[in-house]
């Protein structure tokens, strides 16, 4: 079971996007507002401040290692986002090939200039299955590239 938690992508499958640059503008204000904190901290106690810089290290730590964990792939059997450090919390979702409604993509002047895009990738049947990602790099191109591959499946008549 350890094995299965540890591998990322499966042997054969195709890494189709990562989380872009944008995606850490979050955290990254999270420090300023943190140095700040810290700053206003010293005033008061040297063992608060370094409470505070403890407490700020693993929050923005953790959420740094959070975004750098996602990846979208793809293989034979669908379109799958895995996600997660920690070992209760890792874990992969997907969507099978023959339960792909359609990939999409949120168009905006932002996500336009700054080439980080939303993505959503439905299920045919349930909206709870479908997978929701914001702040992916090259958006455009893997939405282009999962409903190609869908359709090729579809007139290939490959899809049970």
């Known amino acids: 079971m350890e094995e299965d938690n540890n591998a990322r992508i499966a042997p054969g499958a195709t890494l189709l996007s990562v989380k872009a640059w944008t995606a850490y503008i979050g955290p990254l204000l999270m420090a300023f507002v943190m140095l700040f904190v810290l700053r ?49 919390a ?30 959503r990738i439905g299920h045919r049947f349930t909206k709870s299955s479908e997978i929701l990602l914001s702040h992916m790099a090259r958006g455009k191109q893997v939405v282009a590239q999962i409903n190609e591959r869908h359709q090729q499946l579809i007139r290939g008549n490959t899809l049970n």
């Open 90 to 119: 890792r874990g992969v979702q997907g969507v099978k090939w023959r339960d792909l409604d359609e990939a999409t993509f949120v168009q905006s002047f932002w996500s336009w200039m700054f080439r980080s895009y939303s993505i």
């Open 40 to 88: 206003l901290s010293f005033t008061y106690s040297e063992w608060l401040a370094a409470g505070v810089l403890f407490l700020s290290t693993v929050v923005i730590g953790y959420r740094v290692l959070l975004i750098r964990s996602v990846q979208l792939y793809c293989d034979d059997v669908g379109v799958w986002m895995y996600a997660g450090i920690l070992p209760w």
